[in-house]
């Protein structure tokens, strides 16, 4: 049985080791850890932390376990094997490198940190250290869709991939640009920091590593400064660069980006925090077809995979498509795939090397739109 059909009857095997684990950050994500971990019957949850006391208990007492205010607490217990650091992106660096000078596994949240030389800290601490199993949250690799598209283009479905396009957005919410993601010290960077980097990894995963990044960054609406009634095109290229940041602090709210292989292979990607209804589309097209991957559920709509053959002769192709609807399960997914690469003594399948090549090639969007030339990796 593979880790993935072994998530998908829901946990580890009873035969296996606990895995004891300590969870840094009780926020919206730190909770839906929280619950992964409780659903897997041979993982324990020992300890939660968070500088917020009442939100730490609260989640706490939910999960049957202890609490503190102190991160430092959590990687320093002899009886935690597993961090997993769900913070803002300012503390993800710095907690992690700690983790890992204990000797603990470490499954960081994306984007793992908030620049490309924080990226290199957490590797070196990764390689400085013994074996431990660094993992980044790419959750979306493990949506069903996604997966079976990457299944399906590996065998040679739909041939060589030729391009990727991508879309990925959501419209934010009254006060969002009052929120720490739109605060270029906590988060580093906006949109391509937060949705963005998960489609860097997805157009990574599909055609392997890109040599040029063309990209350009605005703010459109979500300015503290200005407020989204006065926002105008003078927001263009104006969150890059540095702290990806310019005059008032702001981030970006939309992210544009071409990436190029050096077989030639190039994918389009756009991320927006103006996409005022929720969208995620991912398309993958080949020289024989294409996977188009539709929606996450929820919000943005049924997960739908549509297969299609292309018909030599000319004319529409043939296309299949499969529905893959009920709840999100790619966080247990990706939680089981973790755990089972620490059994194993491997890195997970979305490592911290991934994360540093993601960080590279963001670095490298943002560098291109500073400087509004094509960046070479």
Same mark, same amino acid.
């Given at each position: ?20 684990? $300590? ?41 049957? %376990?202890?609490?503190?205010?102190? *991160?430092?607490?959590?990687? +320093? ?94 419209? $934010? ?6 929120? *720490?993601? +739109?605060?270029?010290?906590?988060? $580093? ?13 997805? %157009? ?17 609406? *979500? ?81 739908? #995979? ?24 790619? *966080? ?22 991934? $994360? ?20 070479? #990796?």
């Amino acid at each position: 049985m593979t880790a993935r059909e072994n998530t998908a009857v829901g946990g580890r095997p009873s035969a296996v080791t606990p895995l004891r684990v $300590g969870i840094v950050g009780c926020g919206l994500i730190g909770k839906r850890r929280a619950e992964i971990v409780r659903r897997c019957p041979g993982d324990e949850l020992v300890i939660v932390a968070d500088v917020n006391e009442p939100q730490a208990r609260s989640l706490a007492g939910e999960m049957g %376990c202890l609490a503190t205010t102190d *991160w430092q607490e959590v990687i +320093a217990r002899d009886d935690v094997e597993a961090v997993v650091v769900s913070t803002p992106n300012k503390y993800l660096m710095p907690i992690t490198v700690a983790a890992l000078e204990h000797g603990k596994h470490v499954l960081v949240e994306k984007p793992m940190a908030r620049n490309l030389s924080e990226a290199e800290e957490v590797l070196r601490a990764a390689v400085g250290g013994r074996r431990s199993a660094v993992g980044v949250g790419f959750n979306h690799r493990h949506h069903p869709a996604i997966w079976k598209a990457k299944e399906l283009l590996d065998r040679g479905s739909i041939g060589d991939p030729l391009f990727i396009r991508c879309r990925y957005g959501h419209g $934010g919410r009254l006060g969002y640009d009052k929120e *720490w993601r +739109a605060d270029a010290d906590m988060a $580093g960077g906006g949109e391509l920091l937060d949705q963005g980097v998960h489609i860097v990894d997805l %157009c990574r995963w599909f055609l392997g590593d890109f040599t040029e990044a063309v990209g350009f960054t605005a703010t459109f609406v *979500w300015n503290a400064d200005r407020g989204p009634q006065t926002a105008d095109r003078r927001g263009r290229q104006s969150a890059v660069g540095g702290q990806r940041s310019a005059v008032g602090g702001r981030v970006e709210d939309n992210a544009f980006a071409l990436l190029c292989t050096a077989k030639g292979q190039v994918a389009s990607l756009h991320a927006s925090w103006t996409q005022w209804r929720n969208l995620f589309s991912f398309e993958v097209f080949g020289q024989e077809g294409h996977l188009i991957v539709d929606g996450l559920g929820g919000s943005y709509g049924i997960e739908q #995979l549509t297969i299609g053959r292309r018909i030599l002769e000319g004319g529409a192709p043939k296309e299949e498509v499969l529905e893959f609807s009920g709840p999100d399960l790619s *966080w247990q997914a990706e939680w089981q795939e973790f755990t089972s690469a620490i059994r194993e003594n491997r890195q997970p399948l979305a490592n911290g090397e991934d $994360g540093l090549q993601v960080m590279r090639l963001i670095d490298a969007i943002y560098e291109s739109a500073r400087t509004g030339t094509v960046v070479r #990796l």
